[in-house]
């Protein structure tokens, strides 16, 4: 079945410990995307990567780190999470990045950073 | 500010009734999407209208880009309980799939 998987789904941390939410994609997609979804918000995109070995910055990139080792893996690094970034994390895919094709969301990761 | 203003921010009805929710910005797109986001899901993609004025239906659900390109509504008739769910607008704001998304209207459909 073709999907985006994350892990954890729930995740409850302290502040300053570094944390790695994980996403995975089967369908070979090139461009994957990290987003966050805040009530009143809504979903603003963090950092997404064209290609392996090829990120960039989104509009709310502060706090966060990625990195796009293979095609298929595109984790979200917390390196020392704060109060603020207490949310619901979504990673996305789509297979080029081109405006209009379908983005694919995986199911969320709800964080809690106390 | 928001780029893309949702209304009614909430809205709640009985199975079968009519019902309009739009998607309203100062700037004009040259396409627009509509998700769809159930509770503890990602959103899912419904439709991409990308011409002034255009029309697209999905079901019992009703797309239309406006003339301007500025603005959007999705219209359900006769809405069921699995319409439940958060509705998102969302358009391409730079680079590759960059979406910027408004902030959604929830709709909740009861018996």
């Known amino acids: 079945e073709a999907q985006v998987t994350q892990n954890p789904r729930y995740l409850i941390t302290v502040t300053g410990k570094k944390l790695t939410v994980t996403c995975s994609q089967n369908?070979?997609?090139?461009?994957m995307s990290w987003y966050r979804q805040d009530p009143g918000l809504g979903l603003r995109q963090i950092y997404y990567s064209m290609n392996v070995e090829v990120t960039d910055k989104g509009d709310v990139p502060e706090g966060y780190k990625v990195s796009r080792k293979e095609k298929r893996n595109f984790p979200l690094i917390l390196e020392s999470p704060s109060p603020n970034q207490t949310s619901l994390y979504f990673c996305a895919s789509s297979p080029s990045g081109t405006w209009g094709e379908t983005q694919y969301f995986g199911p969320g990761t709800r964080l809690l950073v106390l | 500010t928001q780029l893309l203003e949702q209304s009614p921010q909430f809205l709640s009805i009985q199975e079968g009734e009519n019902l309009t929710v739009y998607c309203n910005s100062s700037?004009?797109?040259?396409?627009l999407q509509w998700y769809r986001q159930e509770p503890g899901e990602g959103p899912v993609l419904l439709v991409t209208v990308v011409t002034g004025g255009e029309v697209k239906k999905l079901k019992r659900l009703t797309f239309q880009f406006g003339d301007a390109r500025k603005d959007s509504s999705l219209h359900i008739t006769a809405a069921q309980t699995g319409d439940t769910g958060l509705y998102l607008c969302a358009v391409n704001t730079g680079t590759a799939s960059k979406l910027t998304f408004g902030t959604g209207t929830r709709l909740q459909v009861t018996l």
């Open positions: 700037s004009v797109f040259s396409s």
């Open positions: 369908m070979n997609h090139e461009y």
